[in-house]
């Protein structure tokens, strides 16, 4: 089999994503279903009995004295952040409560029953390679909605909605079809890597336009390193990420919201055309022809072998190659340059997308109790918390100030936080794999110089469109 | 016995006749529904008549890969019998004639181990090793050497209209060993006198070759033609480990199971990648019933 690289977090959304599309086979008869128990005024356990009296120190109304189960996946980030940080913090909140605390590393080997039988645990890390399926837990009504979460004033500042304290795109990242489920609290940021060390040694700058960032590729071109790169044999993806990136920052969000909806001539948008025609120059004049045959462990070695400047990733890259990595490195990311001075968004705008999922129980005893759960782990003391065992970022933007990340996370965390508001995301390869496919096929046919940016937008567009007309796909809307 | 006979065979049949039926015949009756549905492997399926068939027409990478069988169904068994063909001549009987029989050339048993080497190996081992040789950069096997030679690197898998060729290449490798034990097996058969007589009339080793060693070998060939042609209707596992973007560039070295497995397992297509199946199904049908008619020929008695 041809070997992939997905990287945790990037497989966990992406595995999201493709239960998501299970949803949709599953939801439409589970809609009609509950809609029958809705209208016979049957149980509905959403709202159990056990609720609290609202207050400020107590705005979703937790019942003070309940109890809450709390499960955690044992898996790359432990279970110490929760027994810890979050746990102690809930404990603090409400001293009544008694909280269980229960780790596994089989997820759906110990729920499944539990699930089954009526009586979940309140708070669910829900991951790993045995994590439940989220697309039938949704149509199944066991997920809590989340939306008096993100709606809730903060724990930080009252004044503030949970919503607004968190990477922008977070909300959406955890909806199926526009309602939140899910929290996903790991941060990831997408960019273009190269490393400090080389830079300063050679006197470059990374560049913010796209002039500079020509001229800087001739210049690293003439000291004979590959100036950019990617790997065409399985990592594709990795360069329409950038050229979509760049896409949204000529065109604003709209442009990917487009692609990800199928709108009729979504890929034959300006911007995509702008975008992919200065791609497929810097294909022609910069890349070696010899990655379309790599791999990315291979590409990615040559960057930490210095015979290659740039190399687009997430922010994943840095620990993915801790072991090749030579001291003094140091992996710095860089925003896709902006195209002109017309671009609907500044160049420090970038795409990021948040992993690791935790849920709340719909059926459980106490959902409010886990409702609560979140809002303390979203708590900038949760969150630096969570930074400071599980060495990540979380999707809390005051959370990971002050802690002295590895160099490539710490570019990363400041190019989020230089971004603002202007960050956005894109979902349609999670969504339509196949859409993926031909997006990578025609990606390297484009940067490898043998179709130009007409011919790379009409087939992918060609590819949708068909995609748009088969029933027998599942559609997602954002 | 005689009474016995019937509940005797069919206790020996009982067993082996399920599990056939179970997990063979069961599973190539349920693609052939499974075809006609638009399932995507979770919720049950619904009947969509020949939808998936029609599409099949118009799917690009489809045309694609059956274009690829057509051209490995031609090159595959030709190449790898014509190697295979002049090795064993060779190695059986290619060198001098020692007490009136005809021995192999100098070294024939070591190569005959030698040549079945690559059969031993695992297909994705060996398409492993060959990422390795076709290396685009200086550290491939092929263009390590050429670069250091001062030639440009040649793109083996990368290159639209050399990628086929160059898995067309790992597959001959790997396939020759089988075919020169096969072969040599089959002229061992064929009697020394013959050869022999031939050579007092004075016939050369060309004309040994084409006059005696090929007619009498004719059976053999035959079935190699249809185990090769088989075989051009597989090839999965090396275009799925060794070509680049998974049968590209841009498709150019896909292949039908190549594309079932993508629709199937990627894209969760099941309906329209059984489509694919039972296409591929009737492809290799079609492909055995006319080698064995065209290559129907009186075989010679000795």
Same mark, same amino acid.
């Given at each position: 089999?041809?070997?992939?690289?997905?990287?945790?977090?990037? *497989?966990?959304?992406?595995?999201?994503?493709?239960?998501?599309?299970?949803?949709?086979?599953?939801?439409?008869?589970?809609?009609?279903?509950?809609?029958?128990?809705?209208?016979?005024?049957?149980?509905?356990?959403?709202?159990?009995?056990? @609720?609290?009296?609202?207050?400020?120190?107590?705005?979703?109304?937790?019942?003070?004295?309940?109890?809450?189960?709390?499960?955690?996946?044992?898996?790359?980030?432990?279970?110490?952040?929760?027994?810890? &940080?979050?746990?102690?913090?809930?404990?603090?909140?409400?001293?009544?409560?008694?909280?269980?605390?229960?780790?596994?590393?089989?997820?759906?080997?110990?729920?499944?029953?539990?699930?089954?039988?009526?009586?979940?645990?309140?708070?669910?890390?829900?991951?790993?390679?045995?994590?439940? $399926?989220? !697309?039938?837990?949704?149509?199944?009504?066991?997920?809590?909605?989340?939306?008096?979460?993100?709606?809730?004033?903060?724990?930080?500042?009252?004044?503030?909605?949970?919503? $607004?304290?968190?990477?922008? !795109?977070?909300?959406? @990242?955890?909806?199926?079809?526009?309602?939140?489920?899910?929290?996903?609290?790991?941060?990831?940021?997408?960019?273009?890597?190269?490393?400090?060390?080389?830079?300063?040694?050679?006197?470059?700058?990374?560049?913010?336009?796209?002039?500079?960032?020509?001229?800087?590729?001739?210049?690293?071109?003439?000291?004979?390193?590959?100036?950019? !790169?990617?790997?065409?044999?399985?990592?594709?993806?990795?360069?329409?990420? &950038?050229?979509?990136?760049?896409?949204?920052?000529?065109?604003?969000?709209?442009?990917?919201?487009?692609?990800?909806?199928?709108?009729?001539?979504?890929?034959?948008?300006?911007?995509?055309?702008?975008?992919?025609?200065?791609?497929?120059?810097?294909?022609?004049?910069?890349?070696?022809?010899?990655?379309?045959?790599?791999?990315?462990?291979?590409?990615? *070695?040559?960057?930490?072998?210095?015979?290659?400047?740039?190399?687009?990733?997430?922010?994943?890259?840095?620990?993915?190659?801790?072991?090749?990595?030579?001291?003094?490195?140091?992996?710095?990311?860089?925003?896709?340059?902006?195209?002109?001075?017309?671009?609907?968004?500044?160049?420090?705008? *970038?795409?990021?997308?948040?992993?690791?999922?935790?849920?709340?129980?719909?059926?459980?005893?106490?959902?409010?109790?886990?409702?609560?759960?979140?809002?303390?782990?979203?708590?900038?003391?949760?969150?630096?918390?969570?930074?400071?065992?599980?060495?990540?970022?979380?999707?809390?933007?005051? !959370?990971?100030?002050?802690?002295?990340?590895?160099?490539?996370?710490?570019?990363?965390?400041?190019?989020?936080?230089?971004?603002?508001?202007?960050?956005?995301?894109?979902?349609? $390869?999670?969504?339509?794999?196949? *859409?993926?496919?031909?997006?990578?096929?025609?990606?390297?046919?484009?940067?490898?110089?043998?179709?130009?940016?007409?011919?790379?937008?009409?087939?992918?567009?060609?590819?949708?469109?068909?995609?748009?007309?088969?029933?027998?796909?599942?559609?997602?809307?954002? | 016995?005689?009474?016995?006979?019937?509940?005797?065979?069919? +206790?020996?049949?009982?067993?082996?006749?399920?599990?056939?039926?179970?997990?063979?015949?069961?599973?190539?009756? %349920?693609?052939?529904?499974?075809?006609?549905?638009?399932?995507? /492997?979770?919720?049950?399926?619904?009947?969509? /008549?020949?939808?998936?068939?029609?599409?099949?027409?118009?799917? /690009?990478?489809?045309?694609?890969?059956?274009?690829?069988?057509?051209?490995?169904?031609?090159?595959?068994?030709?190449?790898?019998?014509?190697?295979?063909?002049?090795?064993?001549? %060779?190695?059986?009987?290619? +060198?001098?004639?020692?007490?009136?029989?005809? %021995?192999?050339?100098?070294?024939?048993?070591?190569?005959?181990?030698?040549?079945?080497?690559?059969?031993?190996?695992?297909?994705?081992?060996?398409?492993?090793?060959?990422?390795?040789?076709?290396?685009?950069? #200086?550290?491939?096997?092929?263009?390590?050497?050429?670069?250091?030679?001062?030639?440009?690197?040649?793109?083996?898998?990368?290159?639209?209209?050399?990628?086929?060729?160059?898995?067309?290449?790992?597959?001959?490798?790997?396939?020759?060993?089988?075919? =020169?034990?096969?072969?040599?097996?089959?002229?061992?058969?064929?009697? +020394?006198?013959?050869?022999?007589?031939?050579?007092?009339?004075?016939?050369?080793?060309?004309?040994?070759?084409?006059?005696?060693?090929?007619?009498?070998?004719?059976?053999?060939? %035959?079935?190699?033609?249809?185990?090769?042609?088989?075989?051009?209707?597989?090839?999965?596992?090396?275009?799925?480990?060794?070509?680049?973007?998974?049968?590209?560039?841009?498709?150019?070295?896909?292949?039908?199971?190549?594309?079932?497995?993508?629709?199937?397992? =990627?894209?969760?297509?099941?309906?329209?990648?059984?489509?694919?199946?039972?296409?591929?199904?009737?492809?290799?049908?079609?492909?055995?019933?006319?080698?064995?008619?065209?290559?129907?020929?009186?075989?010679? #008695?000795?």
């Amino acid at each position: 089999m041809s070997i992939t690289p997905e990287q945790p977090a990037d *497989l966990s959304r992406r595995n999201l994503l493709r239960r998501a599309a299970a949803v949709g086979l599953l939801a439409t008869p589970a809609v009609g279903l509950l809609g029958a128990c809705a209208t016979s005024g049957s149980d509905e356990k959403n709202e159990p009995a056990e @609720t609290g009296t609202k207050s400020a120190t107590n705005p979703l109304g937790v019942k003070e004295d309940a109890g809450l189960e709390v499960v955690i996946f044992n898996g790359g980030y432990g279970e110490k952040y929760a027994t810890d &940080v979050h746990e102690p913090l809930y404990k603090k909140a409400f001293p009544k409560a008694e909280v269980k605390h229960q780790a596994t590393q089989a997820v759906s080997t110990v729920l499944q029953p539990r699930f089954a039988s009526g009586n979940p645990p309140e708070f669910v890390n829900n991951s790993g390679e045995k994590l439940m $399926d989220y !697309g039938a837990l949704v149509a199944d009504g066991q997920l809590y909605d989340l939306t008096e979460l993100w709606d809730a004033p903060s724990v930080d500042d009252p004044s503030k909605k949970v919503r $607004d304290t968190v990477v922008p !795109g977070t909300v959406e @990242t955890g909806s199926f079809n526009g309602k939140p489920y899910v929290l996903y609290y790991v941060s990831t940021v997408f960019g273009i890597w190269y490393s400090g060390k080389l830079f300063k040694e050679n006197g470059w700058a990374p560049a913010k336009d796209w002039s500079e960032f020509t001229a800087l590729l001739d210049k690293i071109k003439a000291k004979g390193i590959t100036p950019y !790169g990617y790997a065409g044999a399985n990592a594709a993806y990795y360069q329409w990420n &950038v050229i979509l990136t760049h896409a949204a920052k000529i065109g604003g969000p709209d442009v990917l919201k487009n692609i990800d909806n199928l709108e009729d001539g979504a890929w034959q948008q300006d911007a995509v055309k702008q975008a992919a025609a200065a791609w497929a120059e810097i294909g022609a004049k910069y890349v070696d022809k010899s990655f379309e045959g790599l791999k990315h462990t291979d590409v990615q *070695l040559r960057q930490n072998q210095y015979k290659l400047a740039f190399y687009p990733s997430g922010d994943w890259l840095e620990s993915e190659q801790k072991k090749d990595t030579p001291a003094g490195f140091e992996y710095q990311l860089m925003p896709v340059p902006s195209l002109s001075a017309n671009d609907k968004l500044p160049a420090t705008a *970038l795409r990021a997308t948040a992993a690791e999922g935790y849920f709340v129980s719909a059926k459980s005893k106490n959902p409010r109790g886990g409702l609560e759960y979140m809002r303390q782990m979203l708590s900038t003391a949760g969150a630096k918390g969570f930074t400071e065992v599980a060495k990540a970022p979380t999707v809390v933007t005051a !959370g990971s100030e002050g802690y002295a990340f590895p160099p490539g996370v710490a570019s990363s965390q400041a190019a989020l936080r230089a971004a603002g508001k202007d960050v956005f995301n894109m979902f349609f $390869d999670g969504w339509y794999k196949e *859409l993926d496919t031909e997006a990578r096929t025609a990606t390297n046919e484009l940067m490898f110089g043998r179709i130009n940016a007409d011919a790379f937008v009409e087939r992918v567009q060609k590819r949708a469109d068909a995609l748009k007309k088969d029933s027998s796909v599942t559609k997602f809307k954002r | 016995m005689r009474h016995g006979k019937y509940p005797f065979v069919i +206790g020996f049949l009982f067993a082996p006749v399920t599990l056939y039926v179970v997990f063979v015949i069961a599973p190539y009756a %349920q693609a052939f529904q499974v075809s006609m549905t638009n399932w995507r /492997g979770l919720s049950a399926p619904q009947w969509v /008549g020949f939808d998936n068939y029609r599409r099949l027409l118009d799917d /690009g990478n489809f045309w694609k890969a059956v274009q690829h069988h057509g051209v490995l169904l031609l090159a595959l068994p030709l190449i790898t019998i014509a190697i295979a063909l002049f090795f064993s001549f %060779q190695l059986n009987v290619g +060198g001098r004639t020692v007490n009136g029989q005809r %021995q192999g050339v100098w070294g024939s048993k070591f190569y005959r181990v030698v040549f079945f080497f690559p059969q031993v190996l695992a297909v994705a081992i060996i398409a492993v090793l060959f990422q390795m040789v076709y290396r685009p950069n #200086e550290s491939g096997l092929i263009n390590g050497v050429l670069m250091k030679l001062g030639f440009d690197p040649v793109l083996f898998l990368v290159r639209p209209n050399l990628a086929l060729w160059s898995i067309i290449a790992v597959l001959v490798w790997q396939a020759v060993g089988f075919y =020169v034990v096969l072969f040599s097996a089959g002229m061992a058969s064929i009697p +020394g006198e013959i050869y022999e007589a031939a050579e007092m009339d004075g016939a050369s080793r060309v004309t040994l070759f084409f006059r005696v060693t090929l007619p009498l070998l004719w059976n053999t060939l %035959q079935v190699a033609w249809v185990y090769l042609g088989i075989a051009a209707f597989d090839a999965f596992a090396i275009v799925a480990v060794l070509s680049v973007d998974s049968g590209g560039p841009d498709g150019a070295t896909t292949v039908l199971a190549n594309e079932i497995y993508r629709n199937a397992f =990627v894209y969760s297509k099941y309906g329209y990648a059984s489509a694919m199946g039972v296409a591929l199904f009737f492809f290799t049908l079609t492909f055995a019933a006319l080698t064995l008619r065209l290559t129907k020929r009186e075989s010679v #008695e000795y």
